[in-house]
């Protein structure tokens, strides 16, 4: 069965960029969405369709997906940006959908 | 103002069965797809299955661990997305939400605050 792999952690100074990898077997032939979830809360879309950003997301965060790799990045990251960060990927060809397993990004 | 409130969580037995409802509100509820996922206490977030539009024929499709136990459905005409669950296992237990599917996105991401499924004898 597919699976999709994050590192459970990353952590980043204020200000720097933070770099939050999505691996899977070919997952730049699918489709990929990016998720926040802060704790107590329900998660928000911040990436969709690999690299689209949804409306009032800010620009500093972006997504890319190629190869064996999808890539969520958050720019000029801040203290507001703690939160888990789950990939999720859509096979279009047979309606697959799945989550990976996480991402907790720290701030320092 | 958009809401999407799910209702029918609580205390089950292994074995029995759940009926959870979301009901939609302040958006377009019958163009967009529907997403059910869980998460389990301390654990990250799990699909557990989609419908479709009627426009894009209904279809929906399920995760492996709940396919032949859970089937979701749709009432536009009552702007109600539902997830009848039977045959429930202790690792069913999660908190389960409703959530419009990312190819709404360009219109919005909606979710529910989530409803808590304990499967306990």
């Known amino acids: 069965s597919y699976v999709l792999t994050q590192p459970p952690s990353v952590s980043v100074a204020p200000g720097k960029t933070a770099r939050i990898t999505c691996g899977g077997n070919?997952?730049?032939?699918?489709?990929v969405h990016w998720y926040q979830q802060k704790p107590g809360q329900a998660p928000v879309l911040v990436i969709y369709?690999?690299?689209d950003r949804p409306s009032g997301i800010p620009e500093r965060f972006s997504g890319s997906n190629s190869g064996n790799t999808a890539t969520l990045t958050i720019s000029r990251v801040e203290a507001g940006d703690e939160a888990d960060y789950y990939c999720?990927?859509?096979?279009?060809?047979?309606?697959?959908?799945?989550f990976g397993g996480g991402t907790k990004v720290t701030v320092l | 103002e958009v809401q999407l409130v799910e209702s029918g969580g609580g205390l089950v037995k292994p074995g029995g069965s759940l009926r959870l409802s979301c009901a939609a509100s302040?958006?377009?509820?019958?163009?967009?797809?529907m997403n059910w996922v869980r998460q389990a206490p301390g654990k990250g977030l799990e699909w557990v299955g989609r419908?479709?539009?009627?426009?894009?024929?209904?279809?929906?499709d399920y995760a492996a661990p709940v396919k032949g136990r859970f089937t979701i459905s749709r009432d536009d005409s009552k702007n109600t997305l539902y997830l009848q669950m039977l045959s429930l296992k202790t690792e069913d237990t999660a908190v389960y939400y409703c959530?419009?599917?990312?190819?709404?996105?360009?219109?919005?991401?909606?979710w529910g605050q989530g409803t808590l499924v304990t499967v306990s004898s």
């Open positions: 070919n997952i730049g032939d699918k489709t």
């Open positions: 369709y690999d690299t």
């Open positions: 959530a419009t599917d990312p190819s709404y996105g360009d219109y919005g991401d909606y």
């Open positions: 999720q990927m859509w096979d279009g060809s047979s309606d697959h959908v799945l």
């Open positions: 419908v479709k539009t009627k426009t894009d024929g209904g279809a929906t």
């Open positions: 302040g958006f377009a509820f019958s163009e967009a797809w």
